[in-house]
């Protein structure tokens, strides 16, 4: 109960630690009231979710859902080769990569831009609407989503249009034929869909902010950007690394339905991501194995960037995930 | 906030700089309100649109053929207030659950003392990376009894990681003096929680109340998993999913289906399953997206802090 | 009415709080919601117990993988009842809402099932053999599927399921056209002076002059449908163009039954260097490579696409809003497109389908039913003649009228009353397909069609003017006249045998799909002078494709096929 300051490294039981166990039950029975706080939900954890873990072992089998565990084929490492040393996985998983790269840079810079905008508004009505209108596009559906924005890109859609008027262009261009656009298509798509969703966590960290810092920083002559700079981007600091460590864990997350939708025989080679070739090969042929298999190799892959990026993070002295 | 931009005005007339900026602001902000508002529009038009005439394409902003059609077929579904009914109930008792239930462990991992804090974090976190897959944990639910229950909705998804580890940070971003201040009183960990931090951390909660809420009204995969062959535990979502499949294969019946149906008249389409999904899209987000500018007021910038302090 | 929907409100009202009740419990592995609930919706399935007696009352469900329609008890609807008059049992329709191998493989692995299932990846493990209660309980069931049975015996010879399309009496033909066809918009016959159209240049030909003489008119020439898995729309015209019926992947040679993929064939290439000769003369929309399918349909009712390749039930939605228009204002029929049978050189052409057996799909009785001999009796009983016309045509003087020469038809009134709605509520829709039946072509004894719309007279009165006029001008009386009578081919159709899934030919076809979806486009949109380079590289791509495995395991297939139709 000594120590409690927010942002230095645990001092606590753990660091000290000079009589082993036994000093550690002593704290435990301690600090007994933050057990019962968090050890039920440490009960639930491992039930819903280490218990199915089990699982791992379908991507070494020849899985048939229909027999016990004892009954299956054991068919050793044959997932695993099969996704690595087909041609595409490189290019596949070049793709996962660049589009969640892309996902997570312009997802937090457009977020981030976007509360402290909101942050400056200081008309309440006009702040709320913006807030409103602008999560909007979060809920519908991507299906949605991409059919408007195949239409926006068509050769007679709006875009072309003004292209066109503005005599850019002659004749309409197949946006979504050309495979190189692709990446920046779905990245100002995805933006759009969920600048505002994103920036509503940002905002709720604002909240924190003390607001004798803005009267401070004002008499001291400091002007809207520097106030921005110096006051607000610190203050929501530790929650954006966090959720930038989080989301770097996601890099193979490159999600699946807009490139699903909007991927074409014209684009595959910039749009077909891990996700989707796990589906053509894994699901839609009911071989559970190969997503497990797949799974796994995602999951190993985030381990080692989380851990990079949370240690990177401490070194900088910066906010840590754990 | 307007409190303090109140006492900025009469301290002193705006910069110019200042001035400038408020107008690019101002004119960013419109456009990108044009943008985000398009495509709800959008499918608010066709939704009110006549379906036959939606095919032809070529609706933006306005219907061309007022029709409320579509959604009298969508809403017309007898299991549809049911529905409603249960995505209502699992929507609120979800979000309770899970907000109160992360708040708790997000406390219990702010404190640095904690001997277990490490380790509940880590595990917490290992978890957001990891899967058994979709046969194991099915498996699972079965085993436990939830297949068939309304539970079902509630108890896999207590705790999200990502909102714990979001509150955590909040938690560790109060000023100390006021858990210390707390602590000097004599207040216990318990009351610590519920009577100064959950107050204090009204923002975070409020976000992660509205994360949890849209995830729990928009779900309809475990519905589809679980309890799919028992429509009084059916929710909205699953209900218009299965609308839209219903007009997906009616239109496009491989079956002989159009050798019965067409039967002599050629009926014009009644439905089509593009007409659909934007009248579903509208029918099932209007609801929760009225919850926002509800929750907007725990945004007010400087409330908490100042509120303490005050 | 009034007092139905008050009924409702309460009903649902009262399924709330037994759900309620069952939440405030809050107990974790609480179950009873849901069993509460199932109790109140089925309460007929609890008394069904004890000794066998065909008028107790019984509940079984079905889950219907390809998810056509509500989810309904079919005693809620007039055929329903009917029948549960007739046998005693009700059927809860479950369809699928998600992606069906998910679905499946929760069910294989939990091994718990609805009692009957229509589809074709269960089968053995999850499905009873029925040819013991077919004996036993099936008449009907042997008089219908009789011819078929060695058909539908699987690998260890025993039955596992009724599929659906097994022809009762003479084939009879389909007058409109759901199969494939070249379409085109009649102004351009009309213009033209109605002439034959047989050979693949005549058709471009035709399309090219009046693009040529309405420069003003910013027509689109050619369209092609390449969305998703509707790809095929695409990959399949070579296959029409040589005279084969669409058997997928591959043709069959009608004497040796070799069967031969043609994608990377000389067919191939002469039809996408065709596509490539017009795109280069401006005729054809390069938009179609990325267009996804409500683009298509829109461009299709836009009434300036003046021809595409696709398949009838493709265009359904997009053809009826034609129809439509054309029926309100007459000048519009110009826009309605008209199927033409375009063959390579004027070949004779199958774009018919054959009288063929899908035997991939079809309802079986899960080892999970409750009490399989109730469900066969009902099978039966619903294979009987007069279930049959209950089934298709519906109550006599309600739904359709018997003339003096016995033939049925369908008055003005009728045909009017029977819409989507009505369709539900009489059951039509749920009955309709995916129940042990006659196949669509079927006959019935009396002379009748089993299915209204192949109805000639039905048929017949939904022409309109105009339609009856170009029908006219080619001297035909339905759309299916325009097309060569199909051959029998008793392996039809060969996209219908079952591949095990992850299987070596269904690897192939996965392979084969994404890379011509990769090199069509490219293949179109070069120049003509660039194609032969372009065409050298996909077929550098396609050697490394076990093509020669893919084949012969077709052929094997079909010579299976073939000796058992024997």
Known sequence: ?322 | MAEVAGKNKKRRPMALGDRLFDYANYTFLTLLMVVTLYPFLNTLAVSLNDANDSIKGGIYVWPREWTLDNYKYVLAEATIFHATMISVLRTVIGTVATVFCSAMVAYTISRQEFVLRKFVTVAFILTMYINGGLIPNFLLIRDLGLIDSFWVYIWPGLIGVFNLIIIRSFIEGLPESILESARIDGAGEYRNFFHIVLPLCTPVLATVALFTGVYQWNQWFDVFLYNSSNIDLSTLQYELQKILQNSNASMSAKSAGDAFASAGSQDANAVTPFSIRATMTIAASLPIIMVYPFLQKYFVKGMTVGGVKG | MKKKSMVLVVTVMMLFSVVAAACSSGNGGNTEGGNAGSGASGGANNAAGGEEKTQEKATFTIFNGAGAAKDVNTNETTIGKLLEDQTGVNFKLENLVGDLNTKIGTMIASNKYPDAAIDEVLGAGAFIDLTDLIEQHGPNIKRVYGPYFNQMKAEDGKIYFLPFSNVVGEYNPDPNINQGAFWVQRRVLKEAGYPQIKTMDEYFKLIEDYVAKHPDEDLTGFVSLTHDWRFFATTNPPMHLMGYPNDGEVTVDMNTFEAKTYSASDATKRWLQKLSELNAKGLFDKASFVDNYDQYLAKLTSGKVLGFFDYGWQIGNAQNVLKDAAKKDPAKDDFVYFPLPVTFDGEKDQYLDPPGFVKNRGIGITVSAKDPARIVQYFDNLLKEENQILKSWGIKGETYEVDENGRFYRTAEQIAKIDEAFREEFGFKYYDWNWPNYGTNSTLADGNAYAPGLQPEVFQMSLTEADKTILDKYGVRTYAELFAAPDERPWFPAWGIPKEQGSEPQMYETKKTELTRKYFPKLVLASPAEFESVWAEYMGEFGKLDTAGYEKFMTDEIKKLVEQAK
């Open chain 1, 1 to 322: 109960m000594e120590n409690n300051t927010a942002g230095i490294p645990a001092t606590g039981a753990i660091a000290k630690k000079p009589a082993g166990m036994a000093r550690f039950f002593k704290l435990l029975l301690q600090q007994r009231a933050l057990v019962v706080m968090s050890v039920p939900f440490l009960i639930w954890l491992f039930i819903f979710k280490y218990m199915p873990m089990w699982g791992w072992t379908i991507a070494f089998q020849k899985y048939k859902p229909a027999l016990g565990f004892w009954e299956q084929e054991w068919a050793g490492l044959t997932h695993f080769r099969f996704l690595f040393e087909d041609e595409r996985f490189i290019r596949v998983l070049r793709n996962t990569l660049a589009m969640s790269g892309i996902n997570l840079v312009l997802g937090f810079v457009t977020a981030i831009a976007l509360a402290l905008l909101l942050n400056e508004v200081r008309k309440v009505m006009f702040k709320r609407v913006v807030q409103t209108v602008s999560y909007l596009p979060h809920f519908i559906s991507w299906v949605v989503a991409a059919g408007i924005i195949q239409s926006t890109l068509s050769p007679d859609g709006i875009i072309n249009e003004l292209l066109m008027k503005a005599g850019f262009i002659k004749e309409g261009v197949l946006f979504l034929g050309i495979p190189e656009y692709f990446w920046t298509i779905f990245g100002a798509g995805t933006v759009w869909k969920d600048v505002g969703w994103n920036t509503i966590v940002y905002l709720a960290a604002m909240t924190m902010i003390d607001p004798a810092q803005y009267e401070a920083a004002e008499m001291d002559g400091a002007g809207r950007f520097k106030r921005m700079w110096h006051i607000t981007l610190p203050g929501i600091k530790p929650v954006i690394v966090v959720l930038l460590i989080m989301n770097i864990g996601y890099l193979m997350e490159s999600g699946f339905e807009p490139q699903y939708l909007l991927g074409n025989g014209m684009n595959v080679d910039y749009s077909e991501n891990l996700d989707i070739f796990v589906l053509k090969y894994g699901i839609a042929q009911s071989n559970f194995s190969l997503s497990i298999a797949a799974g796994m190799f995602k999951t190993v892959v985030s381990f080692i960037l989380l851990f990079v990026a949370n240690n990177v993070s401490k070194r900088l002295g910066e906010a840590r995930l754990y």
